[in-house]
């Protein structure tokens, strides 16, 4: 017997309104085959053989004895036909940094540079395996944008706030920074606050409409609105020291200590259900996609569904950015304290820009715009410092640098391997109070940062370092399966 999952590896869509005739047919013709005297083996060889036909050219199987009205209804649901020609040579990419990168991380690289629209690759030092993409995978495409390659949370982004305090504030009155961070913001999947105390910003405002995903998920996107939620996403204070004379934000900052806010989280629920809704509706536009390349369905940026994403895409950018705004806001209002400078970035988005003479999409999916000039921090882990860095415009990477340390254990890994026990010596060892996070999130699941920013000389310099001194990240949570 063929299965559905064979017929889609021979090129045929996941589609309800196909894969059942398909089963059927297809089953019964090869059950012919071995009825006509042919061995099993070689009826399953010409069955897949006609399929693979069948998914490349259907009109040459409409008079096909057994799989004629197959081919019919294929053309009738897919009148434009493949959607995927494969290259004779894949898009030119480089690698930053070997050290750690899995052999799936690179291997999803190169899939990537093999797709029609592709322009031209690069992978971070902090790579590891993705969906589609991998993290620390940037990839940079004609007229067209790739959901998966963006990312599931959509518009993931960092900012960092140094406060008009000194240091010495953070361990004098420790009570009082604990509460500001537990008070003012929400850590945990679905988190958010309640309708008398909901956030209050002109991004919600704006049109919703925008796609029906945004609509009818703009009363959630409220009640999150300033929350951390679960997963890598994290609320800390710490020490940010400068070495040498340098321009952070709008400020010139002297040499010395100061005690600044960091803050790591996207576009919540809302930009979950962005990415996964329109990830689809790219896998089914693309259907003949092969399995390796599925999770890198496209949106034409022409089309109805490629403007409807890129529209939920900008305004999942602008509430993530909202999301930082306000936690920075609250957490200082409650201390009393006034900000001096900040600097912020997204590192799950897609830009338009101009490379090699032409204007391509750049997708950074966990990676960190890094052109000329532009100020960018890349965090390590709660117990290895986070840096402030000024971009050089490598166009080798397309302007991009890592987005952090990036992991070299699973979360499944992390909770089968480590021990609370190792990963609280740690802490203390080097000073940082936890208020809460889960094993998965441990020092130990993270690759060296300073090797990380070692590898990407040549793609950012560094401004600043902080150090990470009081932590909160959601506590263990139910593991749930990715889509």
């Not at 259907?58 to 036909?81: K, V």
């Not at 690289?109 to 992978?123: D, F």
């Not at 105390?197 to 998920?217: G, Q």
Request: charged residues 25%.
């Amino acid at each position: 017997m063929i299965s559905a999952k064979e017929l889609n590896r021979l090129g045929l869509p996941d589609d309800p309104r196909l894969m059942p005739l398909a089963l059927k047919l297809a089953n019964t013709f090869q059950a012919c085959g071995a009825d006509g005297g042919r061995s099993d083996e070689t009826a399953h060889e010409n069955i897949c053989d006609a399929i693979r036909t069948l998914a490349s050219a259907p009109e040459t199987m409409l008079n096909h004895e057994h799989l004629g009205s197959l081919a019919g209804l294929f053309m009738e649901l897919f009148p434009d036909g493949s959607d995927f020609t494969p290259r004779e040579t894949p898009a030119p990419w480089r690698q930053w940094g070997n050290k750690d990168v899995e052999e799936e991380a690179v291997r999803q690289m190169e899939n990537a540079c093999r797709i029609p629209a592709a322009a031209r690759g690069a992978l971070m030092p902090d790579a590891h395996t993705g969906y589609g993409l991998p993290i620390g995978g940037v990839l940079a495409v004609r007229n067209a944008v790739i959901p998966y390659a963006v990312g599931v949370d959509i518009a993931c982004r960092m900012r960092l706030t140094v406060l008009d305090m000194p240091l010495s504030r953070l361990f004098e009155h420790r009570d009082a920074f604990i509460m500001a961070i537990e008070r003012e913001t929400r850590f945990g999947m679905g988190a958010g606050f309640e309708k008398n105390a909901r956030r209050l910003h002109p991004v919600m405002d704006e049109d919703w409409n925008v796609s029906p995903i945004t609509r009818i998920n703009r009363d959630k996107a409220w009640k999150q609105l300033g929350s951390s939620g679960g997963g890598n996403h994290f609320v800390e204070f710490g020490e940010l020291k400068v070495e040498f004379p340098a321009r952070i934000g709008d400020v010139q900052l002297t040499p010395g200590s100061y005690l600044a806010l960091l803050s790591h989280s996207g576009s919540r629920g809302t930009g979950e259900r962005v990415a996964l809704h329109y990830s689809e509706r790219a896998m089914s536009l693309c259907p003949r996609l092969p399995d390796s390349l599925r999770r890198l369905a496209w949106l034409d940026l022409d089309g109805e569904a490629g403007q409807e994403y890129w529209a939920a895409m900008q305004l999942m950018g602008r509430y993530a950015s909202a999301n930082h705004e306000l936690i920075h806001a609250h957490v200082l209002k409650t201390l009393g304290a006034r900000e001096l400078t900040h600097v912020e970035n997204h590192h799950n988005f897609a830009w338009k820009e101009e490379h090699d003479g032409e204007s391509v999409i750049v997708h950074r999916k966990g990676a960190t715009p890094a052109d000329a000039g532009r100020l960018g921090i890349v965090p390590g882990s709660m117990c290895s410092p986070a840096f402030i860095v000024r971009g050089k415009g490598c166009e080798e990477a397309l302007c991009s640098c890592s987005h952090g340390a990036g992991r070299i254990m699973s979360r499944a890994a992390a909770f089968r391997q480590l021990k609370r026990a190792d990963m609280d010596a740690l802490l203390k060892e080097n000073g940082v109070e936890l208020l809460s996070a889960g094993l998965d999130e441990a020092p130990m699941v993270y690759k060296d940062i300073h090797a990380v920013m070692a590898a990407q000389r040549d793609l950012v310099d560094i401004l600043a370092t902080f150090r990470p001194r009081l932590v909160k990240m959601s506590p263990d949570e139910p593991r749930r399966k990715r889509r």
